[in-house]
């Protein structure tokens, strides 16, 4: 979460930009009384810090968030094996084929919220 507390009253408006590292993820949604959301799948696996950056608007200046650490886990899988012909006989040539598929369902891309407060 990132949080601005600007000196003027009011609710903020503009965009929030979501960063990973220098990379931009994209412009979060807003959701209203200051705060803007925003979901991507686009992470790879391993560790990534992803700030906020507030752009400001005509009564509140532009800001940025600290860093969140957000570790991303690799997909577990299962791996099925098959022989074909079966049944095979002696000193025939035999095909063996692996299947690796996700073990679970695809989670949920990851959401993050930005709170910036008037």
């Given at each position: 979460?990132?949080?601005?507390?600007?000196?003027?009253?009011?609710?903020?408006?503009?965009?929030?930009?979501?960063?990973?590292?220098?990379?931009?993820?994209?412009t979060?949604?807003?959701?209203?009384?200051?705060?803007?959301?925003?979901?991507?799948?686009?992470?790879t696996?391993?560790?990534?810090?992803?700030t906020?950056?507030?752009?400001?608007?005509?009564?509140?200046?532009?800001?940025?968030?600290?860093?969140?650490?957000?570790?991303?886990?690799?997909?577990?899988?299962?791996?099925?094996?098959?022989?074909?012909?079966?049944?095979?006989?002696?000193?025939?040539?035999?095909?063996?084929?692996?299947?690796?598929?996700?073990?679970?369902?695809?989670?949920?891309?990851?959401?993050?919220?930005?709170?910036?407060?008037?």
């Amino acid at each position: 979460m990132a949080t601005v507390s600007p000196q003027f009253s009011g609710t903020p408006t503009g965009t929030v930009t979501f960063f990973d590292g220098t990379n931009s993820l994209g412009t979060g949604t807003s959701a209203g009384a200051g705060s803007w959301t925003f979901n991507t799948s686009s992470l790879t696996p391993g560790s990534h810090t992803i700030t906020a950056s507030y752009g400001g608007d005509a009564n509140f200046q532009s800001s940025g968030s600290a860093g969140l650490v957000q570790n991303v886990s690799r997909t577990a899988t299962t791996v099925a094996i098959a022989a074909s012909p079966i049944p095979f006989r002696f000193r025939q040539v035999v095909t063996f084929s692996a299947a690796v598929t996700p073990s679970n369902s695809a989670p949920s891309p990851p959401e993050w919220e930005c709170h910036v407060h008037g």
